[in-house]
């Protein structure tokens, strides 16, 4: 039987569901038994729940601790514009409840990276989860969950040089965040092997869901950089505000637009040929296969060894029916609606 990836994601999916409902008929197995009576809560820190990629991650989470009997906690900042300096304090919080065990997005590892260190050396379980895959290692996680940034922005880099690009922009809406870089040094690398020009340029954090503001940005870049025709941006909502700043300065058809990260709105788009491409890292996954992984490490000692890759995906023409498919009848899973 032939089946694509995102078929199976369908089949998948529901059949975690059954299994979680299997687990309710089962004689207890939840966290009482599974854990230590002393020990506290799985706690999550991970993205912004204000950032709709994160939804499909929390999603993930979500159905993993009720298909597993977990008891979980999700932690995250509310104020995007202070993320370097909150997340440290939000991951020292976490650490001072002595959790079961943590599960981290390393967003920001200066300030993180220490604190990791720190949890690790008093026996605390760490797995990193979106950002974090150059870190793991040494800092003591178990393992990472996600996407392999540098080939997200290669793989992107490739399909613009190859569509005939001849200036590429990369436009990065989480500056400091190293997972996040890694897209746009991927990116850069396949256009300078290709011998095509390059751009990259930054918006703070405190702008990086601000539709209005990144669609702004963008279209300032363009009007001062002319000669621009191909750019990659790292989520769905700056996708969208590029595709409306091409718009504005009547270059719709002249300039290729690609994206990391899915939306409904980004599906529609390449489904019309506004948008050429998605590379999708599969946020949901990343929730999901990491509480899998607690569950089995907590109860039983076993853990996979290494970077467990969701991504690179990609998205386009050939296979966006069947994608947005998916987000409409499970809603949200591929990424926002």
């Not at 979680?20 to 809560?41: R, W």
């Not at 503001?213 to 621009?228: H, N």
Request: glycine residues 10%; charged residues 15%; hydrophobic residues 45%.
């Amino acid at each position: 039987m032939n089946m694509n990836f995102t078929d199976l994601m369908s089949v998948c999916r529901r059949t975690v569901l059954a299994a979680g409902a299997a687990l309710t008929m089962m004689p207890a197995i939840g966290a009482s038994e599974a854990f230590a009576a002393d020990d506290g809560p799985i706690i999550v820190v991970s993205g912004p729940l204000s950032w709709d990629f994160f939804a499909a991650v929390k999603m993930g989470f979500d159905e993993g601790a009720e298909a597993f009997g977990l008891d979980y906690q999700y932690v995250a900042v509310t104020d995007t514009a202070n993320m370097t300096s909150e997340y440290p304090r939000l991951l020292q919080q976490a650490i001072s409840r002595n959790p079961s065990m943590l599960l981290v997005g390393e967003f920001f590892p200066d300030g993180m990276d220490p604190l990791i260190r720190e949890a690790t050396a008093k026996g605390i379980p760490v797995l990193l989860h979106n950002s974090g895959n150059f870190l793991w290692e040494e800092n003591g996680s178990l393992g990472f969950v996600g996407e392999d940034p540098y080939q997200m922005g290669y793989k992107a880099g490739q399909i613009q040089a190859e569509a005939g690009v001849k200036r590429g922009l990369c436009f990065n809406t989480v500056p400091g965040n190293p997972t996040v870089e890694a897209r746009c040094t991927g990116f850069i690398d396949a256009l300078t092997e290709a011998g095509v020009d390059k751009v990259y340029r930054t918006i703070g954090t405190g702008d990086a869901n601000n539709p209005q503001a990144l669609m702004q940005a963008i279209k300032g870049i363009l009007q001062a950089e002319g000669d621009i025709d191909g750019i990659y941006t790292l989520g769905a909502v700056p996708a969208m505000s590029a595709v409306r700043a091409v718009s504005e300065v009547g270059k719709t058809g002249e300039i290729m637009v690609g994206t990391a990260d899915l939306s409904n709105e980004a599906l529609r788009a390449i489904q019309s040929g506004e948008l050429a491409f998605a590379m999708d890292q599969q946020p949901y996954m990343q929730g999901f296969v990491s509480m899998q992984i607690a569950h089995h490490f907590l109860k039983y000692g076993m853990h996979p060894i290494g970077h467990i890759a969701t991504g690179p995906l990609v998205i386009d023409q050939s296979n966006v029916d069947k994608a947005l498919a998916v987000n409409e009848e499970f809603s949200g899973i591929r990424g926002s609606n």
